[in-house]
């Protein structure tokens, strides 16, 4: 295989290195392209740019495959634990079980928040979305831990990470309590994470609580699904803020806000909105799938369509078989995954959809199941955001680690040529 490509480029030649992926992709490196030519490229929403070489994730969008760190995505959703893999993402190993029990007793001892905290979350207005509250209290986090943000050693990034890993669920199922207007329940060391989660999230005041394994195994394997995706929009975003040499939690909360977006983690929600737009209307899908493929028309089928699987989503279909399982197992039925199953037949055997290798991606399904643990509609990208926050932390650490340069990209100007003021164009 060539080492090599080359441009030419007035009337001269001009060599940059190809380099090799595990997987056998292949980059070329432009690293010098604008000192040798003079030249940038111009790929708007970076569709054929690399913006990094990273070990953490690997994902093939025509053979719809996911790997953490080598292990398959569906391999880890049935065979392990969501801090097992949090630890796998970031620190590149499966834990042995002495590295485990360390990790899960560091988190549980910075599983306390501090209680202004709490003030401030009970200042946002009844109705605030939870994700921009979600965003606020971990931007918050930093003034409660300021020794947060120089993190210029791999101890102190270390107890950094093990503060937000425990932090973050307690904040999480605040604002899951804030929704559901029920007083905030606090972390129990005695549980494990996601048990932990669960009781601070469902545990009620007035009632005997007992942790439902259905419920816990449900999450744990929602949160594995959801925990890293390579440099998708949010990563990105919490690699470039980490590059300015902001903070873990600062980077994270912008992680958060972009994870908001309805056209990337913000589907989840508009998924369901979508499902029962169409069940209200009487179920006819076929009505709104013309409207999908209606370039005049603002609607989109939500959760459909990926830019990088341009086949099945992995985790989709694991999300699907667990939606099943869930709803049987806690004797749930949910019209809308009937509806949500439908639309999925007539896309897949959809001219628009087929030609365009728009499949059901990982928001399609996801819903379904926070909804049949009673998660409210607006909740479920927060939910999302705390699969992701291994991820984020992961991909954060290997560029810091890898003393990656500020993330400053370049653009081609296409504005007024020199003008004084006072002349008209
Ligand atoms: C996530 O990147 C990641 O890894 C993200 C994520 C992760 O884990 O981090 O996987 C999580 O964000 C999943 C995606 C959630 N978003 C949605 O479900 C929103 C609906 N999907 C689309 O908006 C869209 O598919 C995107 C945003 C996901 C991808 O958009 P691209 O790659 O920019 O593709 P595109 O918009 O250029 O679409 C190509 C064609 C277009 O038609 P043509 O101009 O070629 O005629 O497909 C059409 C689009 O109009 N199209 C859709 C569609 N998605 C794409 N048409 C109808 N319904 C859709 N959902």
């Keep these: 295989m060539d080492k090599k490509i080359t441009l030419n480029f007035k009337e001269k030649e001009f060599e940059f290195p190809l380099i090799k992926g595990t997987e056998e992709e292949l980059g070329i490196d432009i690293k010098t392209l604008r000192a040798k030519t003079g030249l940038i490229t111009l790929d708007p929403g970076f569709k054929n740019t690399g913006s990094c070489v990273s070990n953490i994730t690997y994902l093939d969008g025509e053979d719809g495959i996911l790997r953490y760190r080598g292990y398959d995505i569906d391999d880890l959703a049935s065979n392990s634990s969501f801090i097992e893999v949090s630890f796998l993402l970031i620190f590149g190993e499966m834990p042995s079980s002495e590295q485990l029990n360390k990790f899960e007793n560091d988190i549980r001892k910075e599983s306390l928040v501090h209680e202004d905290i709490t003030s401030i979350l009970k200042s946002f207005p009844h109705g605030a979305h939870p994700m921009g509250v979600l965003a606020s209290l971990t931007s918050a986090l930093i003034s409660f831990n300021p020794g947060s943000v120089d993190v210029n050693s791999e101890d102190k990034m270390y107890h950094v990470i093990v503060q937000i890993i425990a932090k973050f669920s307690v904040i999480t199922s605040w604002v899951h309590r804030k929704v559901k207007g ?40 929602l949160l594995i699904l959801h925990a890293d995706h390579e440099q998708n929009c949010s990563t990105s975003t919490v690699r470039i803020v980490g590059s300015s040499e902001a903070g873990l939690f600062a980077s994270i909360s912008a992680g958060i806000s972009a994870l908001w977006g309805r056209l990337h983690g913000g589907a989840n929600q508009a998924v369901i909105e979508m499902l029962e737009l169409i069940k209200r209307d009487g179920g006819d899908t076929s009505k709104f799938m013309e409207m999908a493929k209606d370039k005049n028309h603002p609607f989109r089928l939500m959760g459909f369509g990926h830019r990088v699987y341009k086949n099945f989503d992995p985790r989709a279909k694991i999300i699907r078989k667990t939606a099943d399982d869930v709803l049987k197992n806690l004797g749930i039925e949910d019209p809308i995954l009937d509806i949500a199953k439908g639309l999925e037949r007539e896309a897949l055997n959809d001219k628009y959809f087929v030609d365009r290798k728009l499949y059901p991606n990982v928001d399609f399904y996801s819903g379904i199941i926070y909804r049949a643990l009673e998660i409210p509609t607006e909740m479920f990208t927060v939910m999302f955001a705390l699969g992701r926050l291994p991820g984020w932390i992961a991909q954060w650490r290997e560029m810091r680690l890898n003393k990656e340069p500020i993330g400053r990209p370049r653009q081609v100007y296409n504005g007024s040529r020199l003008r004084k003021v006072g002349t008209k164009l």
């Design 182 to 221: 029920l007083p905030l329940n606090y972390s129990d060391n005695s549980l494990s994470y996601v048990e932990n989660l669960s009781q601070m999230m469902f545990r009620k005041p007035n009632e005997e609580y007992e942790n439902n394994h259905i419920i816990t195994s449900a999450l744990n394997k």
